[in-house]
């Protein structure tokens, strides 16, 4: 029984780790894509297309905030603390306050 609770616990541990890496991999896509979306029309001496790479930048911004919203409640469940609860209630606070106002930005721009 002991045995299966730890397997259990690496399990998810590796989907915690999982869910780091690709929020963490989303946004450096995310941020070389805006790089290469600024570069590519500079060196053909045109300007950007400012309101499409902002629209393409913020989408995948919140894909990432929202993973990373899910690995702290993953991440809560393995260990419950008072203290972890407080901490997962501010983090998610915040991103979820960060996150609506990309949406509401996202929104606007597509207008």
Not at 2 to 15: H, K
Not at 42 to 57: E, G, S, W
Not at 84 to 109: C, H, M, P, W, Y
């Amino acid at each position: 029984m002991l045995e299966d609770i730890s397997n259990w616990v690496t399990v998810v541990s590796w989907i915690v780790t999982l869910f780091e890496v690709v929020g963490a991999v989303i946004i450096f896509y995310a941020s070389a894509r805006v790089v290469v979306e600024l570069v590519r029309p500079a060196l053909r001496r045109h300007p950007p297309n400012y309101t499409a790479i902002r629209m393409d930048y913020t989408s995948k911004i919140v894909l990432a905030l929202e993973l990373f919203v899910a690995n702290d409640l993953v991440r809560t469940i393995l260990s419950p603390t008072l203290d972890q609860a407080v901490i997962l209630a501010f983090i998610v606070g915040i991103r979820t306050v960060v996150g609506l106002s990309l949406n509401k930005e996202l929104r606007d721009i597509a207008k």
